[in-house]
């Protein structure tokens, strides 16, 4: 089935340095569609960002992303990280043209900004 | 318009008892869907309806868990029994089926087993 890999647990940082959250996959489907959720402590996840055109970026909020499916991955960065994105992160895959198995998540990855 | 809707917030239960969770998507959404998210295993997928209709029903859970359509504004997920290894939040969510998955996600429901 598909699978969505993300970086690992916790990243910790310093406010002002860039971020950079990796996101690769595995799908059997030619349309992948891909996806970056948000969730602030105490939140829902929100959608972020999505993506199923193939190497162009997509940018929301100061974040961008470009699915490059030549190494099935969608990394997700920003230039220069605040508090405020302390978060959790989690990178979704579905198909484009046969959406009926809904999402698949990655296990996400805990940012932590530090002043 | 008011987003996606559940109740309660937060259930206790015993081990054994049977629970009931509720979800109102966002209205006009044809797509609705419900995850368990704890810590280790991340968002897993329970169930998925496309227009009513059970589209995806989360393979290894389907013993104990079973969610249901009553109509296009309402679904409920039911655990029974219930077991400690259950505590997690469960998060219901919609999508307008034209967005492609694009999910809404509610507050969801944290439940503890006791």
């Known amino acids: 089935g598909d699978s969505v890999t993300q970086t690992e647990g916790l990243v910790t940082l310093t406010e002002g340095l860039p971020v950079m959250l990796n996101c690769t996959y595995q799908t059997i489907y030619s349309n992948p569609f891909l996806f970056w959720y948000v969730q602030h402590l105490n939140e829902s996840p929100r959608l972020l960002l999505k993506?199923?055109?193939?190497?162009k970026r997509t940018e929301h909020q100061g974040f961008h992303a470009t699915l490059h499916k030549s190494s099935s991955s969608f990394h997700l960065q920003k230039s220069s990280a605040q508090l405020s994105d302390s978060a959790l992160y989690y990178c979704a895959l579905s198909d484009r043209v046969n959406y009926a198995q809904g999402l698949t998540f990655g296990l996400g990855t805990r940012v932590s900004v530090f002043p | 318009d008011a987003g996606v809707t559940q109740t309660p917030r937060h259930e206790v239960a015993e081990k054994g008892q049977t629970i009931i969770l509720k979800c109102e998507p966002v209205s006009g959404h044809n797509d609705l869907f419900w995850y368990r998210q704890t810590k280790i295993q991340g968002l897993e997928l329970l169930s998925y309806?496309?227009?009513?209709?059970?589209?995806?029903d989360g393979g290894a859970f389907k013993d104990r868990f079973k969610a249901e359509m009553l109509n296009s504004s309402f679904s409920t997920l039911k655990i029974q029994p219930t077991e400690p290894k259950d505590s997690a939040v469960y998060l219901c969510a919609s999508s307008p089926t034209a967005s492609q998955n694009t999910l809404y996600f509610g507050a969801g429901t944290r439940l503890s087993v006791l």
């Open positions: 993506s199923f055109t193939d190497n």
């Open positions: 309806f496309r227009s009513k209709s059970l589209m995806e």
